[in-house]
């Protein structure tokens, strides 16, 4: 009895439309859906910061604050941005934050312990600060929604592409 290889017919052209569709997320398409997919992570945090502006208590022993403080909150300083490493072969993003508020706001999310203060008003001990989280809570709460926007958009890409491929093999 004889053995019948079967073949798939149209094989060539299935692998040329696999490689197309590989070739649709070049860098900036993908850096492009990234950034769009990590904004409500970026809006979260800047809602849940705005929240630890000042507020009444907020230095005790101090005077209290009379306006606003002008610039530098932590809120005026959330960005989601590329992290580049070395070689171009992982894309690692961040929602990180810049300017002074870089400098405050693992101060401000894990808060501090006591510490002397030496350049303030002469130096004085500084009882710390507790935490005030609001960075991880914006995670918990949108990173489901981060990955379902990624994903979505992603999926409408791939798809319009590969319509339209199938449409000029037809």
């Known amino acids: 009895m004889a053995i019948r290889r079967r073949t798939l017919a149209g094989d060539v052209a299935l692998r040329n439309n ?19 997919a990590l904004e409500p992570l970026a809006k979260q945090t800047e809602t849940n910061a705005v929240k630890l502006r ?19 909150h932590l809120d005026e300083g959330v960005v989601s941005k590329r992290v580049y490493a070395k070689g ?30 030496p350049n303030f008003r002469g130096g004085f001990s500084h009882p710390g ?3 005030r989280p609001f960075f991880r809570s914006a995670f918990r709460s949108k990173k489901d929604e981060v990955m379902d926007r990624f994903t979505r958009r992603a999926a409408t890409r791939l798809s319009s592409v590969a319509i339209r491929m199938r449409s000029r093999t037809r």
């Open 54 to 72: 000042d507020f009444v208590g907020k230095y005790p022993g101090f005077p209290q604050p009379q306006t606003p403080r002008k610039g530098g």
């Open 129 to 131: 600060a507790r935490p």
């Open 18 to 36: 696999l490689k197309k569709l590989g070739k649709i997320y070049d860098g900036k398409t993908l850096d492009i859906d990234i950034e769009h």
């Open 88 to 117: 171009n072969t992982v894309r690692t993003w961040w929602v990180s934050f810049r300017k002074r508020a870089r400098k405050l706001a693992h101060l401000v999310e894990f808060g501090t312990a006591p510490h002397f203060q």
